[in-house]
């Protein structure tokens, strides 16, 4: 799932400072995420919420496993 943010932000074309800015998901926390530094059922339903709001995703979307989204 972690890997989904960065693949949709990056086809999206945005940084993450950006992708922070647009959801108020803090920078830190969205590198954290993106890099497996904090596991998938410790992130707030809030968070992932506003991170698909803002790549403009569904909240099934983002949380789908990797391999279901390629």
């Known amino acids: 799932m972690q890997n989904n943010i960065k693949r949709i932000r990056e086809q999206n074309g945005i940084t993450r400072k950006e992708l922070a800015a647009l959801s108020g998901v803090h920078y ?3 590198t954290d995420y993106e890099n497996n530094y904090i ?3 410790n992130i707030t339903i809030g968070n992932l919420n506003r991170i698909a709001v803002a790549l403009g995703v569904t909240l099934d979307e983002l949380c789908r496993e990797d391999s279901e989204n390629q």
Request: hydrophobic residues 35%.
């Open 28 to 30: 830190k926390k969205i």
């Open 39 to 41: 596991k998938f059922e």
